[in-house]
T-cell receptor
Framework: SQQGEEDPQALSIQEGENATMNCSYKTSINNLQWYRQNSGRGLVHLILIRSNEREKHSGRLRVTLDTSKKSSSLLITASRAADTASYFCATDRDDKIIFGKGTRLHILP | DSGVTQTPKHLITATGQRVTLRCSPRSGDLSVYWYQQSLDQGLQFLIQYYNGEERAKGNILERFSAQQFPDLHSELNLSSLELGDSALYFC???????????????FGPGTRLTVL
């Protein structure tokens, strides 16, 4: 079964707006990572947040982690056309890396 | 460019055949991971090697096997291929020192396998 589940499955927003994606997981984790994948390409690491961290920033990205709710969110501010991609959260369970099914983000011009 | 290379980029073969996918990790990375991505199953972790030794196993079928060589490149062998094995196969590497999943992974461009 999936450890990480992203929500929503798909999201379309206007360029310049903020995009928020969520990830929920089932068991305790050591850390959580977010990745981006452009269509048919390899995944690109965006940000890693450890279980003892609550918030992390990287450029236009902001990630939060709530271990009590077993959830994380990825916020992309001031979206651009180039942000159109699928976004995955990845968590660890029993030393295995589990990816969610991803959120497909489409930025409308 | 992530620094991880995978060959071949595309592979078309028939059911029942055997293929080998190759991955060269980033310079200095000791861990190699293999993933399968398909439309219905999403991105599935198959197996991880660390410095030549198997480190963690995911949803890897018995028909599949992998190894990591002394020069740290890795190969994923898929045998008795079925139509359902058609997918994108990704390799990733990281500088993992111990355990799994403490560092970011760098993904290769993938190998697209089509089984006819």
């Amino acid at each position: 079964s999936q450890q990480g589940e992203e929500d929503p499955q798909a999201l379309s927003i206007q360029e310049g707006e903020n995009a928020t994606m969520n990830c929920s997981y089932k068991t305790s984790i050591n850390n959580l990572q977010w990745y981006r994948q452009n269509s048919g390409r390899g995944l690109v690491h965006l940000i890693l947040i450890r279980s003892n961290e609550r918030e992390k920033h990287s450029g236009r990205l902001r990630v939060t982690l709530d271990t009590s709710k077993k959830s994380s969110s990825l916020l992309i501010t001031a979206s651009r056309a180039a942000d159109t991609a699928s976004y995955f959260c990845a968590t660890d369970r029993d030393d295995k890396i589990i990816f969610g099914k991803g959120t497909r983000l489409h930025i409308l011009p | 460019d992530s620094g991880v290379t995978q060959t071949p980029k595309h592979l078309i073969t028939a059911t029942g055949q055997r293929v080998t996918l190759r991955c060269s990790p980033r310079s200095g990375d000791l861990s190699v991971y293999w993933y399968q991505q398909s439309l219905d199953q999403g991105l599935q972790f198959l197996i991880q090697y660390y410095n030549g030794e198997e480190r963690a196993k995911g949803n890897i079928l018995e028909r599949f096997s992998a190894q990591q060589f002394p020069d740290l490149h890795s190969e994923l062998n898929l045998s008795s291929l079925e139509l359902g094995d058609s997918a994108l196969y990704f390799c990733a590497s990281s500088v993992e020192l111990a355990g799994a999943f403490y560092n970011e992974q760098f993904f290769g461009p993938g190998t697209r396998l089509t089984v006819l």
